[in-house]
């Protein structure tokens, strides 16, 4: 199993990016697939998840309006897009895979290794 996320970057406030995470090893399809994010000193946080066929989302609280969660069943990609970049949005940001919907991170057996984002002016 492998999840690799790609796409983290220096931002300024306000701005954007999009984070992709390629995932390959297992049936993709079948799985929820979500972000989570972890800040310097921090746990780690729920950030997005999307259901296996890419109809359903849910977005923690925080960042709700403001990142979209796709995915590309075809390609065993998923993706976040992130728009109206904050300060306190500096974090890794991590794909996992779980059978099942949680925001739980010990309830995700599948990791990718993490792609730094960084809000800065």
């Known amino acids: 199993v492998q999840l690799v996320e790609s796409g983290g970057d220096l931002v300024q406030p306000g701005g954007s990016l999009r984070l992709s995470c390629a995932a390959s090893g297992f049936t993709f399809r079948i799985y929820d697939m979500s972000w989570f994010r972890q800040a310097l000193g921090k746990e780690r946080e729920f950030v997005a998840s999307?259901?296996?066929?890419?109809?359903?989302?849910y977005y923690a609280d925080v960042v709700k309006g403001r990142f979209t969660i796709s995915r590309n069943n075809a390609e065993n990609t998923v993706y976040l897009e992130m728009n109206s970049l904050k300060l306190e949005d500096t974090a890794i940001y991590y794909c996992?895979?779980?059978?099942?919907?949680?925001?739980?991170?010990?309830?995700?057996?599948?990791w990718g290794q993490g792609t730094q984002v960084t809000v800065s002016s």
């Open positions: 999307v259901s296996p066929g890419g109809a359903h989302t």
């Open positions: 996992a895979a779980t059978s099942g919907f949680s925001v739980a991170s010990d309830q995700y057996p599948y």
